[in-house]
C-alpha cells in the first residue's frame, strides 16, 4: 500500500484548505509543523512547540516497534536535545496561506475559545484513514481531540461518530465510557468531530492486547433494542449488500454466504464497529471501560461480529498473522464468547464470514480502495476458502 501521490498536498488540504504546505521554516511568525518521519512522506505533522508530542513522535516513527524500543528512541531524544529535533530544518513545512484559505488551527481555537497548538496523525494507508488531532492548550496541556472527514467516505465516518456519541451522552451505556462530543459539523468541504479527552492515563499503557471484555460487549448489544431474523430478511444484510454491489466479486460473495448461512434466525444488537485492543481501555479500578472509535456504530448489527472483529485484530495486527491463518483461532475463541453473548456456538463461522465481508467492504466503499488491492484480495481468498469447506451449512 502506497501513500497518496503527493503527500503534502493531502496534509495541506487538512490543515489550510485553499492554502499550501512548503519545506522549510518560512517567514518569521509562519505556522510551522515537523513532518515525520520524513518530509516527503509524513505520517504526523507536529507543532513545534509540543516538545512531548515530538518527543513521543521520535519514538514511534524511528526503526523497530516494541515498547521498548519505542521509549529506547524517546530517551535518546531527550539526551541528545530535543530542542535541536524541533529546530531541526530537514523536517520542517511551512502554512502558506491564500486569499480564500482557510485554517484548521483558527477554527479549533474558535470553537475552543483559546489559542491551541496541534499535533496531526494519519497512519498508514487503510480503509477509515483520516487525520486525527490531538489539540493542546499553549502550555501543552491536552484539551481536546478532532477528527477530519476529508473525502466522502471518511465524513460519513466521522458523521456516524458524532450521532453515535451524542446517542450515548444521552442515553450512556453501563459499564462504558465514549468521548464527550463538544461540536461536529462541515467545514469547508470537511466533517470534522471534536472530542473532549477521556481521563486515561497513558503512561501506564502496556503492550499486552486487552481482553476481548465479553461483559461490556454483552452490556452494549442488550442496551438497544434486539432483534431475530434470518440473515437475509435483516436491515444489516440490506445494507452490507448496498455497499458491495458494485465491488468485483461483491454479487457473488454475498450470494453464497447468504445461502450458506441459511434461514436460521440470527440475533442482532448494538454494535461498537471497531472494538480493537487499541480502542479500549479499563478505567483503574476496572469496573468500567473506555471505549474509542465509533464511527462503525449501529443499533441492528449481529452480535458477536464486534468479538470476532477484536480477535481478527489481535491475530492480524499482534500477531502478524495471514488472515487465512486468523481465520480457525478466531473461529475458536468465537465458540467460547457467542454463548456469553446470548448467541448460539455454532454461528461461528457464520460471524467470522460476516466479520471478512464487513472488512471487505470497508476497503471497497474507501476513498483508499484503489491502494488496497493486496488486503483485498487477500480477504477475498479467506471468504472463499471459508465457503468451500466441508462444514454445510455454516449456521
Keep these: 500500500m502506497s501513500d497518496p501521490p503527493d503527500p503534502l498536498r493531502w496534509w495541506a488540504n487538512v490543515v489550510i484548505p485553499g492554502g499550501s504546505l512548503a519545506p522549510g521554516r518560512g517567514p518569521a511568525g509562519a505556522e510551522r509543523y515537523l513532518a515525520f518521519p520524513r518530509r516527503e512522506r509524513p505520517s504526523h505533522l507536529i507543532d513545534p512547540h509540543l ?3 515530538v518527543q513521543d513522535a521520535v519514538g514511534r516513527t524511528g526503526a523497530g516497534g516494541s515498547r521498548a524500543e519505542r521509549i529506547a528512541r524517546q530517551v535518546a531524544a531527550a539526551v541528545a536535545g530535543i530542542d535541536r529535533i524541533r529546530q531541526n530544518l530537514p523536517n520542517s513545512v511551512h502554512v502558506v496561506a491564500a486569499p480564500d484559505a482557510v485554517n ?10 483559546r489559542p491551541v497548538r496541534l499535533s496531526i496523525t494519519a497512519g498508514p494507508v487503510r480503509p477509515n484513514r483520516k487525520p486525527v488531532v490531538r489539540v493542546f492548550d499553549p502550555d501543552e496541556r491536552l484539551v481536546a481531540f478532532a477528527k477530519v472527514g476529508w473525502d466522502a467516505a471518511t465524513a460519513a465516518l466521522i458523521a456516524t461518530e458524532a450521532d453515535a456519541l451524542g446517542l450515548l451522552l444521552s442515553d450512556p451505556c453501563p459499564g462504558i465510557i465514549a468521548p464527550e462530543p463538544i461540536w461536529s459539523g462541515d467545514w469547508h468541504g470537511h466533517h470534522v468531530l471534536l472530542t473532549r479527552p477521556l481521563a486515561v492515563d497513558h503512561r501506564v499503557a502496556t503492550d499486552r492486547a486487552p481482553d476481548v471484555e465479553v461483559g461490556s460487549l454483552r452490556l452494549l448489544a442488550e442496551h ?96 502478524k498473522q495471514t488472515v487465512a491463518d486468523a481465520v480457525e483461532p478466531v473461529r475458536a475463541a468465537l465458540r467460547t464468547d457467542l454463548p456469553r453473548l446470548g448467541v448460539d456456538p455454532e454461528a461461528a463461522a457464520a460471524v467470522v464470514m460476516l466479520e471478512l465481508l464487513e472488512a471487505l467492504a470497508r476497503m471497497t466503499e474507501s476513498g483508499l480502495a484503489g491502494q488496497l488491492a493486496a488486503p483485498r484480495a487477500e480477504l477475498v481468498d479467506a471468504l472463499r476458502s471459508e465457503l468451500a469447506a466441508p462444514r454445510g451449512r455454516v449456521s
Design 51 to 53: 516538545r512531548g508530542a
Design 224 to 319: 438497544f433494542p434486539q432483534t431475530s431474523s434470518p440473515l437475509a430478511e435483516s436491515a444489516y444484510w440490506q445494507r452490507l449488500s448496498r455497499r458491495l454491489a458494485d465491488a468485483p466479486d461483491g454479487s457473488s460473495l454475498l450470494v453464497a454466504i447468504a445461502d450458506a448461512v441459511g434461514s436460521d434466525p440470527m440475533l442482532f444488537g448494538a454494535f461498537h464497529g471497531d472494538w480493537s485492543p487499541w480502542n479500549l481501555r479499563r478505567t483503574p479500578d476496572r469496573q468500567q471501560l473506555f471505549v474509542w472509535d465509533w464511527e462503525r456504530f449501529a443499533t441492528d448489527a449481529p452480535v458477536g461480529l464486534d468479538a470476532a472483529h477484536h480477535h481478527m485484530q489481535v491475530h492480524r495486527f499482534l500477531r
Design 104 to 113: 484548521l488551527r483558527a477554527m479549533l481555537s474558535e470553537r475552543l475559545g
